[in-house]
């Protein structure tokens, strides 16, 4: 089942989420807790497997803000892991990721950039993804590192820690790479599991 936003069997985690992202934009209510967010985004996720939903890459084309993540810990009585409980990014620091097309005739291939803003410093990674529209998969690799301080670019050279050359990056196996496993995907908000397994949500830059 394609969807292009949210399906049409919507339920409260997409409301729930909508006041986050207003809360966090500073637009209108409070704050909710880190608990009822993760609960909300759980739910996200469990819909989109039950309903099979699918979100084309250009739905992801733009920048977003993250404004809720979650980490993992190890659950030795499970042999796996678990979900930490989650945290708001604080305000003073922004970190946005972009995504954009490289190609027009192939749209499950562009850049990913993650930045992130301290005062006078800015750090941006950027590099290649392929996009797996069938599983919602967007796996990425960092080739490039800019750093800008006081508005000035100090630093914008190729990173040596990158796993693969950018003409190799589109053979590789999915396995070997990081990736997101995007569950929902709105004109507003956007949310994904990542390899580790822990939770992240973002916001479009307004």
């Known amino acids: 089942m394609t969807a292009n936003l949210t399906s049409k069997a919507t339920f409260d985690f997409v409301s729930v989420l909508s006041q986050a992202a207003a809360a966090y934009q500073g637009q209108r209510g409070t704050p909710l807790s880190a608990e009822i967010l993760v609960n909300a985004l759980l739910e996200a996720e469990k819909s989109a497997k ?50 954009n097309t490289t190609l027009e005739q192939d749209l499950d291939r562009g850049e990913i950039g993650n930045q992130v803003e301290f005062g006078p410093v800015l750090l941006k990674l950027t590099g290649p993804v392929q996009y797996l529209g069938k599983k919602n998969l967007l796996a990425f690799d960092f080739n490039q590192m800019l750093i800008n301080l006081f508005g000035r670019i100090v ?46 949500f973002w916001i479009r830059e307004i």
């Not at 914008?156 to 589109?170: A, H, I, L």
């Open 155 to 200: 630093y914008n050279r190729p990173m040596r820690s990158g796993k693969v050359q950018t003409e190799d990056f589109y053979n590789q196996s999915i396995a070997k790479l990081p990736f997101f496993g995007f569950f929902l995907v709105t004109e507003d908000f956007i949310a994904a599991r990542g390899r580790g397994g822990g939770l992240a």
């Open 50 to 99: 039950q309903e099979r939903l699918t979100y084309p890459f250009e739905s992801l084309l733009g920048k977003w803000q993250l404004c809720f993540a979650t980490g993992t810990k190890k659950a030795r009585e499970r042999g796996g892991i678990v979900l930490g409980k989650g945290f708001y990014v604080p305000k003073f620091i922004k970190i946005h990721v972009s995504f």
